[in-house]
């Protein structure tokens, strides 16, 4: 009997020493998933750091392409424009190279977390497609950062004939 008694304590110490060691794993653990969720924030956080600083050129990119689109015939060979239109082109590049990406709206379906939907109108295409772009959307790594401005079809209405 005397045996029994000498061995709790011992085996109780035994299951403090395991829950002791349990503890430790978890704080190990906790502590390893704490420094990974740390770095993976700090990797996102340095993704979108120039975001305020790139959302601020694209309206520049936006003018570039206005003006460009409105040339008159007279002035398309013109070397200044030529310039100008290299200009655009490598801000383009720069900013793809940062990130950043045009939302396609061309023959696409309209879609709420792409697209702003200005207007409806109709049209031959089937609604909810879109039918024009008025301002491009961009992404950043993917997460959009503005959404692209455009029309919506909202189809043919039965017995009307669009011409």
């Not at 490598?90 to 309209?110: A, P, W, Y």
């Amino acid at each position: 009997m005397s045996e029994k008694k000498t061995n709790k304590p011992k085996i109780k110490k035994v299951d403090e020493l395991a829950e002791a060691k349990n503890q430790l794993l978890r704080v190990q653990a906790d502590f390893d998933n704490y420094r990974k969720r740390t770095q993976k924030e700090k990797e996102e956080f340095g993704q979108y750091l120039n975001t305020d600083l790139l959302m601020r050129i694209i309206p520049t990119l936006d003018n570039f392409k206005l003006a460009l689109k409105h040339l008159p015939k007279e002035l398309e060979g013109n070397s200044w424009v030529q310039g100008i239109w290299h200009i655009e082109k490598q801000l383009e590049q720069t900013l793809s190279e940062e990130g950043i990406e045009e939302i396609s709206t061309q023959g696409q379906k309209f879609d709420h977390n792409l697209h702003e939907a200005i207007e409806e109108v109709p049209s031959d295409l089937p609604e909810g497609e879109i039918t024009e772009e008025i301002l491009k959307g961009y992404k950043l790594n993917n997460k959009v950062i503005r959404h692209s401005k455009v029309k919506v079809s909202k189809g043919i209405k039965k017995g009307e004939k669009n011409e």
